[in-house]
């Protein structure tokens, strides 16, 4: 039986490493083809400390097999304010679904809408009129690319989701088998709460 756990404050704090660890394996699949360390995910993921941040964490027998994070969009204003540049909503509206990671043998049970629900739900509970996420953007033809790779671009639009036109971030990291990284392009989508 897998339980989903909402955890805030110090609870989500000590969560921090285990979510590391998924972003880590789960991310190195397509389409992220990340290869990440643990001291970048530490740095990256203090975004998740502030006051407005939210881990679900779906535990097997007590050990951290999933994680979505979530946090207020001005958490990450620094990220994304240029994407959202041209678009009539405020950042202080928005909630930042962030990553939801799960490994591979716990998909297909209802997982991912739990971590939807959980995430949109703390948001209406702050205040937010919207949600939304980014996922990466790999070319049809990438080499790296699963021929059995099936989109999840079905279920976020049944979840109400919607990609935003012309609302594009840039991250920079490592492929997997790269020595350098690379700057790679991330498509929003949004959904009201």
């Known amino acids: 039986m897998i339980e989903t756990r909402v955890l805030t404050g110090d609870d989500l704090t000590a969560a921090l490493d285990d979510v590391a660890r998924l972003r880590i394996t789960v991310f190195r699949d397509w389409p992220y083809l990340y290869d990440g360390d643990l001291a970048y995910e530490r740095d ?3 975004a998740y400390q502030s006051p407005g941040a939210v881990v679900v964490a779906a ?4 050990r951290v097999v999933g994680a979505a994070t979530g946090a ?3 958490d990450h204003a620094a990220d994304f304010a240029a994407a959202f540049a041209h678009r009539p909503e405020p950042l202080e509206q928005i909630f930042y679904c962030a990553e939801s990671v799960l490994l591979p043998e716990y998909r297909g049970h209802g ?4 971590f939807f629900d959980a995430r949109e739900g703390h948001a209406r509970a702050l205040g937010h009129r919207y949600c939304a996420f980014c996922s990466v953007i790999r070319p049809v033809d990438h080499p790296a690319r ?3 790779y099936r989109s999840l671009d079905g279920f976020w639009r049944k979840r109400g989701y919607e990609k935003l036109p012309g609302a594009i971030a840039s991250f920079t990291w490592r492929d997997v088998g790269d020595a350098a990284e690379t700057r790679k392009d991330l498509q929003f989508w949004m959904r009201p709460l």
Do not use: V
């Open 44 to 46: 990256y993921l203090r």
């Open 59 to 62: 535990l097997d027998a007590g």
């Open 72 to 74: 207020p969009m001005t």
């Open 111 to 114: 997982l991912g809408h739990a």
């Open 146 to 148: 699963p021929a059995d």
